[in-house]
């Protein structure tokens, strides 16, 4: 499929040129048709070269045989069936229109070469279009700060949370918008993003967060009643306040034991639940419980 | 040098340079 751009490049191309006819028939070099003809090899149409009848007969063989849509469209061929008597025989014109752009006509205005914006659209009889065989125009990459911010934004989302170097943005300008991003799509480090995302919302539902500094509370206090019977015990002159002291350290160095093992259950239980999350995880562990 | 300024008509330098397309064979495509 070729696109506006592309099309209205190639017959600018061949404007002040005798548009090119085939063997056997290079002798149709330079004739309307031929220039329609030529446009027809450019779009990729089965047989473009084909003898479908003069210009005023080759819209409806086109129609006919399912090349050309009736109507006008972006990419018009425009016919007049009553221009073109020669000699008492009527073969019509027919010329190019790029609807509201452009119009191009070979053996026209000027004998056997192609002219651009010489053949008025109102001369038309018959208006049929090619747009069939006409693609997406293709959106490319700016270089422009808007464009690097957007990019920029993509490669965060897409390949990994950090700036889109310049050189690599300097690289991906001109290029099709949509290939650059269907191939950050596919990086291997966009299957990364994706599951570190999931661990994201998992940990933002179940209020990790809270979890953790609640649970970090615990092993404080824990910690907090260790220290005072510790003290308690230094200032303990009778045997019954010293078994009273040993008790209050039991139990605290126990409510600790439980608090960092509820905590070390709960991290563990969501590392096996997701082994992506590992690391993560053991970051976490060793920030809680200082890198025990 | 032609004058290629709009006209109603082909030009008459396109005209005495037309050459008629062959029959067309299009019964036999597709």
């Keep these: 499929m070729r696109t506006r751009a592309e099309v209205r490049a190639f017959l600018d191309s061949q404007v002040g040129k005798i548009p090119q006819h085939p063997a056997p028939y290079q002798d149709l070099s330079g004739q309307c048709v031929t220039g329609v003809k030529v446009l027809l090899d450019f779009l990729g149409v089965p047989n473009p070269y084909a003898a479908r009848g003069n210009a005023k007969d080759a819209g409806d063989t086109l129609l006919r045989q399912g090349l050309a849509k009736p109507g006008p469209g972006w990419l018009t061929i425009v016919v007049n069936r009553t221009m073109g008597n020669i000699g008492g025989v009527t073969y019509g014109h027919i010329w190019i229109d790029l609807q509201g752009e452009a119009n191009y006509e070979s053996n026209g205005a000027r004998a056997l070469y192609m002219t651009k914006n010489t053949r008025p659209y109102n001369q038309g009889q018959q208006y049929i279009n090619l747009d069939q065989w006409i693609g997406e125009d293709e959106v490319k990459i700016g270089s422009s700060e808007n464009w690097y911010w957007r990019f920029n934004r993509f490669h965060h989302q897409l390949v990994r949370n950090a700036d889109l170097p310049r050189s690599v943005f300097n690289q991906i300008v001109g290029l099709d918008a949509w290939k650059v991003l269907e191939s950050w799509s596919d990086h291997p480090e966009a299957n990364q993003l994706i599951k570190w995302q999931e661990i994201g919302e998992r940990a933002d539902k179940d209020k990790w967060d809270q979890q953790i500094y609640g649970l970090q509370d615990d092993l404080n206090i824990a910690n907090a009643n260790l220290l005072k019977a510790q003290q308690q015990l230094g200032e303990s002159v009778s045997k019954e306040e010293l078994a009273k002291a040993n008790q209050a350290i039991a139990d605290a160095q126990a409510a600790a034991k439980k608090a960092r093992e509820e905590l070390d259950a709960k991290l563990k239980a969501d590392a096996e639940a997701d082994k992506v999350g590992q690391g993560f995880l053991r970051w976490l562990i060793g920030k809680i419980t200082g890198g025990k | ?30």
């Design chain 2, 1 to 30: 040098m032609e004058d290629i300024t709009r006209q109603p008509d082909i030009s008459p330098a396109a005209k005495k340079a037309f050459v008629p397309e062959p029959p067309a064979e299009d019964e036999n495509e597709n």
